[in-house]
């Protein structure tokens, strides 16, 4: 692939934030991508630069935006055989462990619109299908159709309720189930709790004060029942523990009560039997190794126990939690290029976990993620609620997939 030219600009993303997109120019085509930003970050993410200062409230990406750039002058003189060729230029001439030296978000820009690059005029789900020696399969949705934590401005701690169309056949069928859900959560959320419940929160989900995750659950369960999906339906939940984590006495301030970690535990057990949920992220706080280790070793051949902020994408981070997690979140930004992200895929499924790619809930209208999810074949994508602009390309995209015939994964607990 030789890049005739490269060019950057500032875009906004879902929550009127600036990000970063890039293009490159092979041949006459352009090939674009931007990059996503997370609310509930973990520590040990790659870092997103932010110029600071006054402009955006010190949000601005003119420096990354200056990098990409500047890639792109020494970007010219090369032929990049393969996206890893394209990754290793990128690693080498940040040169830092965190990529706090160009920043992960300039970096990841390149990275991905070098991928579609690759891909040139094929899908590029079927490009990088074929990279990886895979057969492509629809991702199953998460959608947190019920928001809280950092996403929503009610008083639920836990971050996001979901619903997982476990018995779709076919991702239209998956994302009908959603949608009618969804809509049927909004109508009896405004009906129990008055017009502001209907309002939504970051990734579109509702976001009604409730204080507990028990109604929340409740709820939700309730609009999958009125659909008749009772039988084709599962729930899941990412906790976003460490924002309810005080580091200083070791508790977890949750669903109204001051909880010792083997208490949380508990508590998520019984969650976990009245409401069969076949997913937990980030149940514990991002260094709790060992406590999502009890956890998962409580949940074997029941749900699986997510890691996020905890595993954060990194290779190394996921080496340390073997026995921690039994299934990997996979997020592009977190740690800056595809081809770790495709390596931090490799070692969870070589440990037996399943992966989920997910969004950020600060996104843009760019549905990578989608032909990822699906040319990884892992069965599963989190995407966030089926509304707003951001959230809908990532479920168009897939539906647009399905008419080239790729079938829908089943859910496999690890
Ligand atoms: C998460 C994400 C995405 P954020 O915690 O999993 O749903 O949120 O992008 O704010 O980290
Ligand atoms: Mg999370």
């Not at 600009?9 to 970063?20: A, E, F």
């Not at 030296?101 to 074929?130: D, M, Q, T, W």
């Not at 970690?261 to 057990?269: Q, R, V």
């Not at 340390?320 to 770790?340: D, F, P, Y």
């Amino acid at each position: 692939m030789k890049v005739s030219s490269v060019n950057a600009r500032w875009i906004l993303d879902s929550r009127g934030n600036p990000t970063v997109e890039a293009g490159l120019q092979v041949g006459r085509a352009w090939f674009t991508a931007s990059v996503p930003s997370g609310a509930s970050t973990g520590t040990h993410e790659a870092v997103e630069l932010r110029d600071g200062g006054r402009p955006f409230h010190g949000k601005g990406v003119s420096k990354a935006v200056g990098h990409v750039q500047a890639l792109g002058k020494s970007m010219k003189t090369k032929d990049f055989k393969s996206q890893a060729e394209l990754d290793a230029f990128l690693l080498k001439a940040d040169g830092t462990a965190n990529k706090k030296k160009i920043g992960a978000n300039a970096l990841l820009a390149v990275s991905l619109a070098g991928a579609r690059a690759f891909a040139g005029s094929k899908p590029l789900y079927s490009y990088l299908a074929a990279s990886l020696k895979r057969k492509p399969l629809l991702p199953l949705p998460f959608a947190n159709v019920l928001n809280g934590g950092k996403h929503a401005g009610s008083s639920l701690k836990i971050q996001e309720v979901m619903v997982v169309p476990t018995g779709a056949k076919t991702f239209g069928e998956a994302a009908q189930m959603v949608a009618e859900t969804y809509q049927s959560l909004k109508k009896d959320a405004v009906k129990k709790f008055g017009a502001p419940a209907g309002n939504v929160g970051d990734e579109g989900g509702i976001a009604p004060d409730v204080s507990n995750v028990r109604q929340a659950l409740d709820l939700v369960w309730r609009a999958v029942e009125e659909n008749g999906h009772g039988q084709k339906m599962a729930l899941a939940l990412d906790c976003a523990a460490s924002e309810f984590y005080d580091a200083r006495t070791g508790a977890y301030h949750v669903d109204g009560k001051i909880l010792t970690p083997g208490e949380l535990l508990n508590h998520y057990a019984e969650l976990q039997s009245q409401y069969r949920f076949i997913s937990i992220e980030d149940p514990f706080h991002e260094e709790a190794f060992d406590d999502f280790a009890r956890l998962r070793a409580v949940f074997a051949g029941k749900c699986q126990v997510v890691g996020d902020d905890l595993l954060v994408t990194n290779p190394a981070r996921i080496d340390r939690a073997q026995l921690s997690c039994s299934a990997l979140l996979l997020k592009v930004n977190q740690i800056g290029t595809l081809s770790e992200s495709l390596r931090a895929a490799q070692i969870a499924e070589s440990f037996g976990w399943n992966v989920m790619v997910s969004h950020r809930s600060g996104e843009t209208e760019d549905a990578f993620i989608s032909d990822l999810a699906t040319a990884l074949a892992c069965g599963q994508i989190k995407l966030g609620a089926p509304a707003r602009g951001e959230r809908t390309a990532k479920y168009n995209r897939l539906l647009r997939i399905e008419e080239d015939g790729v079938p829908l994964a089943r859910f496999k607990l690890p």
